[in-house]
C-alpha cells in the first residue's frame, strides 16, 4: 500500500520552515526520507523506527506517529540546496517483509533566492 | 568507498528489442533492489535479492521481466521484446542490513523505448 504524501508541492524562500507528511493506511515498522534532484539518484535522509529510534545524518528532523501511521520531515531555516523532491518510504511491520521500501509519489519542495 | 554503479546510463532501444542494466552494489551490501521510476513518481519496488537469493520479485510487471545476481553482487536486469510503457528510469539500491538500514541508490539507467 503506497503511502500518501502532502503537500504535492511547496515553494520557500530561503530561511523559512516547511513540513511534509507521510501517511499510511497499514501498520508500519519504519519510515525512511529521501531526497531526489532531478536527474540524481535518491539520497538517504533518515530513518524513523517503531519505538522511537531515529538514524540520520543530517540536520533536518523528523517524526513518526505509530498509533497513527504517520510520519513528518521538519526542514527549518531552508537552504537553496534543501530543493529536490521528497519521498518517504515506509516498512510494513508483518514478519519476513519488512525489508521492502514501498515509496509515496513525492513532494517537490523549491526554494527560492 | 565507492556508490552504487549501474550502467548504462541511458539506453534507446526500439520497440521489441531486448535490453540489460547492469548493477554493480556497494561492497558487501547483502540486499539488492531495483526500483522503477516514471517521470514524477516515487520509485516502485520490482525485485529484491539477499546475497544471491531472489527473494521477492512480486514487483516485475510482466514476464519479460527477469533479474539475475548470480554471485550475489553484480546483479542485471533484463527486459525482453521491449514495449513503450517499459520507458523509466531503472533504480538499483543496495543496503548494508536485512531491514532498518538505508538504502543506497544508484544514479539509475534511463531507458526510452521507441
Known amino acids: 500500500q503506497q503511502p500518501v504524501q502532502s503537500p504535492q508541492a511547496v515553494i520557500l524562500r530561503e530561511g523559512e520552515d516547511a513540513v511534509i507528511n507521510c501517511s499510511s493506511s497499514k501498520a508500519l515498522y519504519s519510515v525512511h526520507w529521501y531526497r531526489q534532484k532531478h536527474g540524481e539518484a535518491p539520497v538517504f535522509l533518515m530513518i524513523l523506527l517503531k519505538g522511537g529510534e531515529q538514524k540520520g545524518h543530517e540536520k533536518i528532523s523528523a517524526s513518526f506517529n505509530e498509533k497513527k501511521q504517520q510520519s513528518s520531515l521538519y526542514l527549518t531555516a531552508s537552504q537553496l540546496s534543501y530543493s529536490g523532491t521528497y519521498f518517504c518510504?515506509?516498512?510494513?511491520?508483518?514478519?519476513?517483509?519488512?525489508?521492502?521500501?514501498?515509496f509515496g509519489k513525492g513532494t517537490l519542495l523549491t526554494v527560492n533566492p | 568507498g565507492a556508490g552504487v554503479s549501474q550502467s548504462p546510463r541511458y539506453k534507446v532501444a526500439k520497440r521489441g528489442q531486448d535490453v540489460a542494466l547492469r548493477c554493480d552494489p556497494i561492497?558487501?551490501?547483502?540486499?539488492l533492489f531495483w526500483y522503477q521510476q516514471a517521470l514524477g513518481q516515487g520509485p516502485e519496488f520490482l525485485t529484491y535479492?539477499?546475497?544471491?537469493?531472489?527473494?521477492?520479485k512480486s514487483g516485475l510487471p510482466s514476464d519479460r521481466f527477469f533479474a539475475e545476481r548470480p554471485e550475489g553482487s553484480v546483479s542485471t536486469l533484463k527486459i525482453q521484446r521491449t514495449q513503450q510503457e517499459d520507458s523509466a528510469v531503472y533504480l538499483c539500491?543496495?543496503?548494508?542490513?536485512?531491514?532498518?538500514?538505508?538504502?543506497?541508490f544508484g544514479n539509475g539507467t534511463r531507458l526510452t523505448v521507441t
Open positions: 561492497s558487501g551490501h547483502v540486499s
Open positions: 535479492f539477499q546475497n544471491e537469493a531472489q527473494l521477492d
Open positions: 518510504g515506509t516498512e510494513r511491520g508483518s514478519g519476513g517483509s519488512n525489508y521492502k521500501l514501498t
Open positions: 539500491a543496495s543496503k548494508k542490513e536485512h531491514y532498518n538500514s538505508p538504502l543506497h
